[in-house]
């Protein structure tokens, strides 16, 4: 029984010694950008770096998203190993890294979901200079929700205390207006209006045009000029969720296949699927790659409820919990005919099943999760594709 007294006693000892040392750190980095967000954090993250970077200023970067990446001053980056899952404590560490460095800006994404541990990241760790905050989607209603003012006021811990805030976000942003005042932080909104498709011609891949108007904005903050933050940002390796296209030559059939796992929230998702039917216009038959998860259940059934005001031709169901996603799409009345449960599927065997469709072209949609066997499908198409 002493023992376990003492033992507790230490490690106590040990979190206020290392919570300690992280303040101590933190002292030494003049400004820490932290971005929170529904979606796009990670991408925004990596943009306001490449644009710091391109304006001289000394900037390392950390990403949480799909795949957590270090980048240093130069760009180059190397992947974060977690062997335990994520956890807060891992932006200690990264502060005390940082801090060795003697750079000018660390721009930290949010790792942080609970409210409580978003305000304790922000308030207790990182401390920062300058919040972004993306949007505000309908996404982990199971810890942020039920509502979206509620998911607002959840992402909204991470306002920095007497800082500056920017974001993109138009819906609720009289919510965030309101907790920033809070914080004597002042709010500036970003306008991707002010983003022509001149300036989204430099990316390799498909980013949004918020996610640059937003990047941009906090670069102007620094006294960066815009084409020189958005060369510097043109040259950003992409996150791993960014959405990219894949075009395949099936015998005589073109399938774009469209990785937009990433957007995995039902507003988000509906805005990418109209915004790419758009950019393919002439091609008539659009199918739906749903994947699904054992722990996002929650997120596909939402996924589901939405392509009932989505015009498709198909969806296939992959992933882990296909066959329970089935079942709830039948009870959602969608149509029985154009629904294939896949299960657990190779992107050869994939391929092989929309291959069967009546067109010379075929728009696939990948949505739902990148992790587990949308990854899979992803792989297979980039080891496959041809320019678009």
Not at 1 to 28: D, P, V
Not at 94 to 119: G, H, N, S
């Amino acid at each position: 029984m002493y023992g376990l007294i003492i033992g507790l006693l230490l490690l106590l000892a040990f979190g206020i010694y290392e919570f300690q040392r992280c303040k101590i750190s933190r002292k030494k980095i003049p400004i820490i950008v932290h971005v929170n967000g529904t979606r796009g954090k990670s991408s925004v993250t990596r943009l306001v770096a490449a644009g710091l970077r391109a304006g001289k200023k000394k900037t390392l970067a950390k990403t949480t998203g799909s795949a957590p990446a270090l980048i240093y001053e130069d760009g180059s980056e190397t992947p974060i190993i977690r062997h335990h899952g994520a956890n807060i404590k891992e932006q200690i560490k990264i502060i005390k890294f940082a801090a060795k460095r003697k750079i000018d800006i660390m721009v930290l994404e949010c790792m942080a979901v609970t409210p409580e541990y978003q305000w304790v990241t922000e308030h207790e760790i990182v401390q920062s200079n300058i919040g972004v905050l993306t949007n505000s989607r309908l996404d982990h209603l199971d810890v942020m929700g039920p509502g979206l003012k509620n998911v607002t006021l959840s992402l909204c811990n991470t306002i920095p205390k007497k800082g500056v805030m920017f974001t993109s976000e138009k819906k609720v942003f009289p919510i965030i207006k309101r907790e920033a005042k809070k914080n004597h932080c002042q709010v500036f909104q970003s306008d991707d209006k002010q983003i022509t498709n001149d300036d989204m011609e430099g990316f390799s891949y498909i980013e949004h045009k918020e996610n640059v108007a937003l990047a941009l904005k906090v670069c102007e903050h620094f006294g960066i000029d815009k084409n020189i933050a958005l060369n510097g940002m043109y040259t950003a390796k992409p996150d791993i969720g960014a959405m990219e296209i894949y075009k395949v030559v099936e015998k005589d059939q073109e399938l774009h296949f469209v990785h937009a796992f990433a957007a995995n929230d039902p507003e988000s998702t509906k805005f990418v699927i109209t915004s790419i039917k758009n950019l393919y216009p002439k091609t008539n038959t659009v199918t739906v790659v749903l994947s699904t998860r054992a722990d996002r259940i929650f997120r596909s059934k939402q996924l589901i409820r939405m392509l009932k005001d989505v015009q498709y031709d198909h969806l296939y169901l992959i992933g882990q919990q296909t066959a329970s996603m089935y079942t709830y799409a039948l009870n959602c009345k969608l149509d029985k005919k154009k629904i294939t449960d896949c299960g657990w599927v190779t992107g050869e065997k994939l391929t092989a099943s929309i291959a069967k469709m009546p067109a010379k072209e075929i728009l696939v949609l990948g949505i739902g999760n990148i992790g587990g066997n949308g990854g899979l499908i992803v792989d297979y198409y980039k080891k496959r594709k041809k320019n678009v």
